[in-house]
């Protein structure tokens, strides 16, 4: 599995941030090889830091 990282996506006026990794990290970058934590993020700082602390633990 590929590291952590933090997407953005705008939603009613706003953008949202979620945290995820590639399940197969040799596979292209879409949707159905994502795995998600944490939920929607208001800010980019708040998935940033989730992100950081799920890499420290790996």
């Known amino acids: 599995?590929?590291?952590w990282k933090v997407s953005s996506s705008?939603?009613?006026d706003e953008m949202v941030y979620q945290?995820?990794?590639?399940?197969?990290?040799?596979a292209a970058d879409r949707i159905g090889n994502r795995?998600?934590?944490?939920?929607l993020f208001k800010s980019k700082k708040g998935a940033q830091?989730?992100?950081d602390s799920l890499n420290t633990c790996r």
Not at 19 to 26: E, G, H, M, T
Not at 35 to 39: A, R, T, V
Request: proline fraction near 5%.
């Open 19 to 26: 945290v995820y990794r590639l399940k197969d990290k040799n």
């Open 35 to 39: 795995e998600y934590k944490g939920g």
């Open 1 to 3: 599995m590929g590291e």
């Open 10 to 12: 705008p939603y009613k």
């Open 49 to 51: 830091i989730l992100a």
